[in-house]
Structure formats: C-alpha cells, structure tokens
C-alpha cells in the first residue's frame, strides 16, 4: 500500500473539487481525504494500490466540469491514512 499527497493549484475551491475527489477515488477504492487549503488550493492525501492512485492523479489534472486545474504536485508520504475518505 502506498501513500500520496497532492497539492492541486488553480480554481479549485467552490466548485465541487472535494466532493468529485472523494467520489473518484472511492471508486478506484483508496482512502484518505480532500481539503482546502488557505492559499486557495487543494491537499489530497490517497492511499492504497499504486495503479489506483496513479488513476487518481491523472484524473486530478483535470478535475470535476467547473474547475480549472493548473498544477498537481505529487509527493509520497508515509502518512497513516484512515478508511474511507473525508472532505474537510
């Protein structure tokens, strides 16, 4: 099991990031969480089987219809994640 953090730039805040994020990756079967962060961008911290988070990504590069993604930034991480997935 591997564990990642992302950090996604752009608009992304306000427009159902979180909620589409918990969804995708629900589907793919990771866990972890979504959040807004102060500076305007989103954390997403998945965990699980590396070709489901690398699905992840490649769908954080584009995000739900209203957002407009400009940067994902990957960085692994050894966080322990918790089941399921929040937004907070």
């Known amino acids: ?15 159902r990031f979180r909620i589409a994020t ?3 990756a629900l589907r793919l079967g990771l866990r972890g969480h979504a959040r807004n962060l102060a500076d305007g ?4 911290l ?9 699905a ?4 954080l590069q584009h995000g739900p219809p ?3 993604v400009d940067e994902v930034v990957r960085c692994e991480t050894e966080a ?6 929040s937004t907070g």
């Open 1 to 15: 099991m591997t564990a990642t953090r992302f950090l996604v730039r752009g608009r992304v805040q306000g427009v």
């Open 22 to 24: 918990r969804d995708e």
């Open 41 to 44: 961008s989103v954390e997403v």
């Open 46 to 54: 998945a965990a699980g089987e590396e070709v489901a988070i690398a």
């Open 56 to 59: 992840l990504q490649r769908w």
């Open 66 to 68: 209203l957002a407009r």
């Open 80 to 85: 322990v994640v918790a089941d399921g997935f």
